[in-house]
């Protein structure tokens, strides 16, 4: 779930509680057709090769992008739908791309345009651009549309509509864990200490970190709660502040919201915002004495925050782009809701920086595989409580409202599932778009 213009997703999500990290388990369907599509037959034949070659050579893909090259996550999926078409064959210039459209009917209209130059798989990266997607599906029922980071295709009734999204809260865990590890070499050597650093601690003796969100939606929720959870799987005495920027991706307020949650005491910065802004900050008062490292999202900081920057989460939209166009290629079904994470290597951390604490890369290598095997799971609901009550259910409404006029309008209507199982809260597999939006004890939104 990407960008997001007046439809508040998180308000559409009804979460009841009941008191008393490779990854969850995606729905079969989901997990063996990405694998399928990764790996072509060795007993193919020459005509079917032909037939595919051919198939490479006359299809068109559209591409409709909220941003260009120059935004973090815009330039993600660019990377991951070009290795998509090397693997598959497909020629440069079968592909169209439309840069910087807005989350508006400018999408709608793109998608005409795509489609009537030919172009009958068309996606789209953002989620504001769903809507918009959907409209174009109902018209162009010949064609298939990709709507990334979507939320509604499965409950919306038009087998044209998919959406995907990977399991990135698995690497925003990770992206703790190493965190935490730099906190943990920290207080070992006696540097982060409450004598030495007294703004750095709370009043309960927990070390402050912060965090720079763009919007409170369930996606930077379920990410926020994911990097808290790693970081206080190594140090358990930490306290998060998120502060949210309302902006995808705006250099300056990332900046200028890193800039206070540094003055606030904070000594690890993470971010789902797009810009390096707030490494570039973090790096500069670093500089002028602050104890600070920075986390980031998307693309490696290391340039920006060389002194500073420990790793980024980031996703490798290739995984699934090549899965998708292959299926296409072949006339087979795309999955309606697709979600994979470490399992599929869909997702991971960048280069561990020079600050990182020895050891981590041996310890980032565990973990990864307890998550892949199944031992680690991000959201094992033993490990957090909520209003301080451990939970043992959390019931997740499926449909879709349209909040764009203050009050929900139900579009599509869906079942309400649990997201709790085998006592953990299950994400991305009820649909691929995250719906963690528990807003669990050790962490504050804004605070003054």
Same mark, same amino acid.
């Given at each position: =779930? ?82 998509? =078409? ?43 651009? *769903? ?52 906190? *943990? ?85 993470? *971010? ?122 959390? =019931? ?53």
């Amino acid at each position: =779930m990407k960008k997001f213009i007046g439809i508040i997703l998180a308000s559409a999500m009804v979460l009841s509680l009941a008191a008393c990290g490779s990854t969850g388990t995606a729905p079969a369907a989901q997990k063996s057709e990405p694998a399928a599509a990764a790996s072509a037959s060795a007993a193919a034949s020459a005509p079917a090769e032909a037939e595919t070659n051919q198939a490479a050579a006359d299809v068109k893909i559209g591409v409709i992008l909220v941003g260009d090259e120059t935004e973090g996550y815009t330039a993600a999926h660019m990377e991951g739908i070009k290795a998509a =078409m090397a693997a598959n064959g497909i020629p440069d210039a079968n592909v169209l791309w439309k840069y910087k459209v807005e989350e508006n009917s400018d999408c709608y209209d793109a998608a005409v345009d795509l489609y009537a130059s030919g172009c009958r798989l068309i996606l789209a990266n953002s989620y504001g651009h *769903q809507t918009y997607m959907d409209q174009a599906a109902a018209e162009f029922s010949d064609a298939t549309f990709l709507s990334m980071t979507g939320d509604f295709a499965a409950v919306s009734g038009k087998p044209n509509l998919k959406n995907a999204f990977t399991k990135v809260y698995e690497s925003r865990y990770v992206a703790g864990v190493v965190a935490g590890l730099k906190l *943990q070499e920290l207080i070992d050597a006696g540097e982060l200490t409450a004598d030495k650093y007294p703004n750095s601690f709370d009043k309960d003796g927990n070390i402050k970190i912060g965090y720079v969100g763009a919007f409170n939606y369930a996606e930077v929720v379920s990410g926020y709660t994911a990097f808290y959870l790693g970081i206080k799987s190594i140090v358990e005495n930490v306290a998060m502040e998120v502060k949210y920027t309302q902006s995808w991706f705006d250099i300056d307020k990332e900046a200028a919201t890193a800039q206070a949650l540094v003055a606030n005491g904070c000594v690890i910065i993470g *971010q789902h915002a797009d810009s390096t802004g707030a490494p570039a900050m973090c790096e500069k008062l670093s500089g002028e004495g602050s104890l600070c490292f920075s986390v980031g999202y998307n693309v490696d900081m290391l340039a920006t925050a060389p002194s500073v920057a420990l790793t980024s989460a980031t996703n490798n939209w290739a995984i699934y782009y090549t899965y998708a166009f292959k299926a296409f290629l072949a006339g087979e079904d795309i999955a309606v809701d697709w979600a994979d994470g470490y399992a599929a290597d869909a997702v991971a951390i960048t280069d561990l920086g020079p600050a990182c604490a020895e050891g981590t890369k041996e310890k980032v290598d565990e973990v990864i595989a307890g998550i892949k095997s199944g031992d680690i799971h991000v959201f094992d609901v033993s490990t957090f409580t909520v209003e301080g009550k451990n939970i043992d259910s959390a =019931m997740i409404d499926t449909s879709y409202y349209d909040w764009s006029t203050g009050s929900p309008v139900l579009v599509y209507e869906g079942p309400e599932v649990e997201a709790v199982q085998d006592g953990y809260f299950s994400e991305s597999t009820i649909r691929s778009a995250p719906y963690f939006a528990l807003r669990i004890d050790g962490i504050t939104e804004d605070a003054d």
